[in-house]
């Protein structure tokens, strides 16, 4: 289960830097700023992860 976690926040983090590229070229403060939260929640998940890793959890 670890793994697929690991791959869907990755997956999370490419679709928030997709989304802040298009807000940046597009000039859409709004949509910049959502991909730059999507990708911190990814950030914060995978930190997660690494700590149930840490513990063997």
Do not use: H, P, S, Y
Request: without cysteine.
């Amino acid at each position: 289960m670890g793994l697929a976690d690991k791959a869907r926040n990755a997956g999370e983090e490419l679709a928030g830097r997709a989304k802040e590229a298009a807000g940046k070229v597009t000039g859409n403060e709004e949509l910049e700023a959502e991909g730059r939260a999507q990708q911190a929640k990814a950030d914060l998940k995978q930190a997660g992860e690494n700590v149930k890793d840490a513990f063997g959890a």
